[in-house]
């Protein structure tokens, strides 16, 4: 994780920006959902039980994606 990583900063920056989801429930199974916003996409991903191991997340900004990586999306579900 980054050290300058901030959920809260990103939030303010990419909160209405539409958000992919993608995580692995096992090595077969990949899942992937979009959000219309940043706090849909993880308020979907703390009700999910078990948390997958597995979980990217790609924020949509100016035709291009974002990724975060499972470390900052951690992060993004403590701070928010």
Do not use: C, P, W
């Given at each position: 994780?980054?050290?300058?990583?901030?959920?809260?900063?990103?939030?303010?920056?990419?909160?209405d920006s539409e958000t992919t989801i993608t995580y692995f429930r096992d090595e077969l199974v990949t899942q992937k959902r979009t959000f219309p916003t940043l706090r849909d996409a993880v308020d979907y991903l703390k009700a999910l039980d078990p948390l997958p191991?597995?979980?990217?997340?790609?924020?949509r900004v100016h035709g291009r994606d974002i990724p975060?990586?499972?470390?900052?999306?951690?992060?993004?579900?403590q701070e928010l």
């Open positions: 994780m980054s050290e300058n990583f901030s959920a809260k900063e990103t939030f303010a920056i990419y909160g191991n597995q979980t990217t997340l790609h924020i975060f990586d499972r470390d900052n999306v951690a992060k993004l579900m």
